[in-house]
């Protein structure tokens, strides 16, 4: 039986430039037929008949003026560390990554798949409602019994329906740093979550022992891709350290491989750090080999910079810059409530709102440009774009968010309205964050 809904009154933004949807553009209804969008534009609900289209059975819903996007990205968290930095011996003092590494080393050995799980679907849940429907998860490997991976495999296909979850095989220990008790390499481990499934190759090159060994992995993960035809996600020189460059490396690699686009680097926080010579040399690589970016500016803002007095660095990679050079870059949570950082909700537009302040990114243009960070910008770091966005012919996934502009979107730092996934309507905003999870 064919499903109709037609959405009228709206102001749509794509994410692409030039479709800001000010107060002043005109109003456009969206025709969901089957879980697709049929048609997209202004008073359909007076031309569709005029042209001799059956409205009988179709369901009208009004958005009041409302913004319309694309559902948001999450191109960076970790599920199966969500709601555990209160458990005994987790807690950061110091507030280091390292800590962080070493903290969830200490205390990850009691974990279960039906606790991560439970813990990762009330993260997902947050997420929902607020607008997410897509999200990259790092799952940790350097673990003999890959509980994190077995966990969050599950989970991707008990929600398929609800959410897209991409997940990453990662070492959070180091693939040459880190020997299992049968001694399994940290890339054994990498390479087993692969063919259990995991769809990217990760890898985390400045935790790494030795810079020899760190460049040895990202040799490895961009054999590993190849081999194994996944994307690639490299926890990459998360680290105030100018000299860690890793991300020259993993770039000119997936570069002579012809997978530059399928790659992505996260963090980066050494860009930080860097000269304009270095970073003027660099992107002309970056350019060349159209990798992606995932910044997680509210996490590295904490964690970095631990040991400057002042001047204080801030730790986040340089957005602006890459940027205007035209290098995709998308943003992540990271985390919620565990090792690394105490707070994380999955508020999307408020990791957009603290990206836009630290990386200095607002003139009006920008600004009014701001929500392709969270909607086509994060498509394209997943590999997703063919299905993705408020186009005739696409899966009708969409947010509706409480603004008429994406400035207005920005600056009410806006809650999300409606979510609708498949043509079907998730939840509205009278439905609780617990009511959310529910649907999961």
Wanted: aromatic share 8%; net charge negative.
């Amino acid at each position: 039986m064919t499903t109709r809904t037609l959405f009228t009154n709206a102001h749509i933004a794509t994410g692409q430039p030039g479709s800001t949807a000010a107060q002043t553009a005109p109003l456009q209804d969206i025709l969901v037929e089957d879980g697709h969008f049929a048609a997209i534009g202004e008073g359909l609900a007076a031309s569709l008949p005029a042209q001799g289209y059956d409205m009988t059975g179709v369901k009208t819903v009004d958005l009041g003026g409302k913004l319309v996007t694309p559902p948001f990205c999450d191109t960076h968290l970790h599920l199966d560390y969500v709601f555990t930095a209160r458990k005994p011996g987790a807690v950061n003092e110091s507030g280091t990554l390292f800590e962080g590494i070493q903290r969830w080393s200490d205390t990850k050995s009691d974990l279960t798949v039906d606790e991560i799980k439970a813990r990762a679907r009330k993260a997902v849940g947050m997420e929902l409602r607020h607008g997410v429907q897509y999200i990259r998860s790092h799952a940790d490997v350097t673990d003999p019994n890959l509980t994190s991976l077995k966990a969050l495999l599950e989970l991707k296909e008990e929600l398929k329906d609800t959410v897209t979850i991409q997940i990453v095989s990662f070492p959070q220990e180091g693939m040459y740093s880190y020997e299992g008790p049968n001694g399994e390499s940290g890339a054994d481990l990498v390479e087993e979550g692969l063919r259990m499934g995991a769809d990217c190759v990760g890898g985390i090159p400045h935790f790494e022992q030795c810079r020899e060994f760190g460049e040895r992995s990202m040799h490895t993960v961009v054999e590993l891709a190849s081999k194994y035809d996944k994307l690639i996600d490299v926890h990459c020189d998360e680290t105030d350290d100018p000299n860690s460059r890793y991300v020259e490396l993993l770039s000119a690699l997936a570069y002579r491989a012809g997978i530059g686009p399928r790659t992505t680097a996260s963090h980066t926080c050494s860009l930080g750090s860097a000269d304009n010579a270095y970073f003027f040399h660099l992107t002309k690589l970056l350019k060349a080999a159209h990798i992606n970016f995932a910044c997680a500016p509210t996490e590295n803002l904490y964690l970095q910079g631990r040991q400057d007095t002042f001047p204080k660095r801030r730790g986040i990679t340089r957005v602006k810059e890459l940027t205007d050079a035209g290098v995709n870059v998308s943003l992540g949570q990271d985390s919620m409530q565990d090792p690394w950082y105490p707070l994380g909700n999955g508020n999307m537009m408020i990791i957009l709102d603290y990206v836009l302040h630290v990386a200095q990114m607002m003139s009006f243009p920008e600004i009014d440009d701001a929500m392709k960070f969270l909607t086509v910008n994060g498509a394209t770091t997943l590999g997703m774009l063919d299905s993705y966005g408020v186009e005739v012919g696409k899966p009708a996934n969409f947010v509706v968010l409480d603004a008429d502009s994406v400035f207005n979107a920005v600056y009410e730092r806006c809650d999300v309205l409606r979510s609708v996934r498949d043509g079907r309507t998730l939840f509205t905003a009278t439905t609780s964050v617990d009511s959310a999870t529910e649907l999961l």
